[in-house]
């Protein structure tokens, strides 16, 4: 892995591909250690299995060479499209973070909750200084609901819902996986996906990295590093 190109590639689009990041046997363990979940289970990072891969010595090098030394996974949820949960997801950016506890601070917001947890929506100045990483469990090709992304987008900030067609116009991309790959993503670049054409499993953990504390007293709902 070429870690200099996978460093440009990010900064100039927002999202790269990281081949075989996890070994057929690694895939195997998760798939049957994770069986239980639903679509779209949270709270991943109170799962032993989750967090070894979240925290490998590989997956820590890759993280920190892209936001920081010293970075923590905060958030990890689980996605599966079936053919009883087969959504669509329309064009956005990923804003929500997952706090300890709800203070009014300036810049943030709305807050909500989410399976018991607390979520506010974050400022540009935090979401340039994160990264998420979706491990796929099965094979992602253009059939199966794949992430649709448009590269270079998250460079703007945070983009405005009205304004969103208007960065539509460029070229979008398809974010095909096999099993074992993984997706490195910008939180701000927008991001896509459509029901799958074939439902049967489209398993992704997706981990969410910050390097940095939150101001004004905020604090991570997890932190695992």
Do not use: F
């Given at each position: 892995m070429n870690l200099p190109r996978l460093v440009d590639t990010m900064e100039q689009r927002g999202v790269a591909l990281v081949a075989s990041l996890l070994s057929p046997k690694d895939v195997a363990a998760l798939k049957w250690n994770l069986r239980e979940c639903g679509f779209g289970t949270r709270d991943l990072l109170t799962r032993e299995s989750v967090c070894r891969i979240a925290t490998s010595p590989h997956v820590k090098t890759l993280i920190e060479r892209l936001i920081g030394r010293g970075a923590f996974a905060v958030r990890a949820i689980w996605f599966d499209k079936?053919?009883?949960a087969n959504w669509k997801v329309v064009w956005h950016q990923d804003r929500a973070i997952a706090v300890a506890a709800r203070l009014e601070a300036n810049d943030f917001g709305p807050w909500s909750t989410k399976q018991g947890v607390q979520h506010t929506l974050a400022p540009a100045a935090i979401l340039e200084g994160m990264v998420s990483l979706r491990i796929h469990l099965d094979t992602c090709d253009t059939d199966n609901a794949p992430l649709r992304v448009i590269p270079g987008s998250h460079r703007f900030g945070v983009i405005a819902e009205n304004d969103i067609a208007v960065h539509r116009r460029q070229q979008e991309t398809e974010c095909t996986a096999e099993a074992g790959?993984?997706?490195l993503m910008r939180p701000l670049l927008?991001?896509?996906?459509?029901?799958?054409?074939?439902p049967g499993h489209r398993r992704v953990i997706h981990i969410e990295y910050a390097a940095h504390n939150l101001p004004n007293g905020l604090e991570w709902h997890?932190?695992?590093s």
């Open positions: 079936t053919e009883d790959d993984a997706i927008l991001h896509a996906s459509s029901p799958s054409k074939k997890a932190r695992v």
